[in-house]
């Protein structure tokens, strides 16, 4: 297959970086501007959806969507606050990978729940921008992961077809998402213990194999014929 039709789909959030201590605090913080107590327990359980999906999962589905807006902007920007206050960093084996897959001409997007200055915001902070050739965001898309959309949607912005797709995930929804895109994926386990329906996953980014991403696509391509 041409090299210039693979690419690799980046979620952000505990695949890139890790910034779960920042969400919980802001959204502990923000909520209890709201006279909502939030514990650590619900926190865990919603993390990893959009923020208002999150947040109507503790306040309830019919908040009206002037209150959500609201109270996810004051989320956000207390995030922004706690993100610069704290640095961020790329995951282990992170750099490593952008590095080599760019050079090996792979195109290379985010794809990501979060709303477009949290990405570039985070990209900045990290110094990763460069290597992306196209960002999508939650306010690209009608319906979020587990839905397919925003892959399908960034798979088309880098020209390349879902099956030269590779997904990099943490989060059991994005892997389905990648499933129901008919792309092949990678689960991190930096927030879960289980990615069952990623092709392959690994501790952290170092422990693939120097030609993991090419593997994937070849497995694929056997498999077709």
């Known amino acids: 297959m041409p090299e210039e039709s693979r690419a690799v789909l980046w979620d952000m959030d505990g695949t890139l970086f890790r910034a779960t201590e920042q969400h919980w605090l802001a959204w502990r913080e923000t909520l209890a501007g709201e006279g909502f107590d939030l514990t650590a327990d619900h926190f865990a359980k919603s993390f990893g959806r959009s923020d208002d999906e999150t947040l109507r999962c503790y306040l309830g589905a019919g908040l009206p969507a002037t209150e959500v807006q609201r ?3 004051i989320k956000t920007a207390r995030f922004l606050e706690l993100v610069r206050a704290s640095g961020v960093e ?4 992170v750099e490593y990978w952008l590095r080599r897959l760019k050079s090996r001409s792979w195109r290379q997007a985010v794809a990501s ?3 477009l200055d949290v990405i570039e915001t985070i990209l900045e902070l990290l110094n990763a921008r460069a290597h992306f050739d196209a960002i999508v965001s939650c306010e690209d898309v009608e319906h979020s992961k587990p839905d397919p959309q925003i892959f399908l949607l960034t798979a088309r912005k880098l020209d390349a077809p879902p099956a030269h797709c590779v997904v990099v995930e943490d989060a059991p929804a994005g892997i389905e998402a990648a499933r129901r895109a008919e792309m092949h994926s990678i689960g991190v386990l930096t927030t879960h213990s289980v990615l069952a329906n990623a092709d392959l ?3 952290t980014l170092n422990d693939l194999a120097s030609d993991a991403f090419e593997q994937l696509l070849k497995l694929a391509k056997a498999g077709e014929s």
Not at 90 to 93: R, V, Y
């Open 71 to 73: 109270i996810c902007t």
């Open 90 to 93: 790329l995951l282990p084996g």
């Open 113 to 115: 729940s979060a709303t």
């Open 201 to 203: 996953t690994v501790q």
